[in-house]
Nanobody, 125 residues
Framework: QVQLVESGGGLVQAGGSLRLSCAAS????????MGWFRQAPGKEREFVSA????????LYADSVKGRFTISRDNAKNTVYLQMNNLKPEDTAVYYC??????????????????WGQGTQVTVSS
């Protein structure tokens, strides 16, 4: 069964840090671009960050640039999202996703064909 499983979410105070992980199983994702999206209560899902299969290209939403870092370990079939200096407005369910357009770093949800179930991140003020 092909799936993505996120972990690492939780409750943290503003200014704190969390590292999310997304473990892929069922197939090799080394040729896939990987992305992170999030959905806050009452809002649409939005793009957070993406990284190409080789890691040469990364993309960040303006709202997280300079605070979040996306990385991946293809040997472990895992992608990470290091989140520093968290703010209450970062509170959301975070989803990882895989795109067959491995060389790109897309912010478009339609470019991703596999999604995880999400992990909750709550930042208290």
């Amino acid at each position: 069964q092909v799936q993505l499983v996120e972990s690492g979410g939780g409750l943290v105070q503003a200014g704190g840090s969390l590292r999310l992980s997304c473990a892929a199983s069922g197939r090799t994702f080394s040729s896939y671009a990987m992305g992170w999206f999030r959905q806050a209560p009452g809002k649409e899902r939005e793009f957070v960050s993406a990284r190409s299969w080789s890691g040469d290209n990364t993309l960040y939403a303006d709202s997280v640039k300079g605070r979040f870092t996306i990385s991946r370990d293809n040997a472990k079939n895992t992608v990470y999202l290091q989140m520093n200096n968290l703010k209450p407005e970062d509170t959301a369910v975070y989803y990882c996703a895989a795109s067959p357009f491995g060389r790109s770093t897309s912010y478009r949800e339609n470019d991703y064909d596999l999604w995880g179930q999400g992990t909750q991140v709550t930042v208290s003020s």
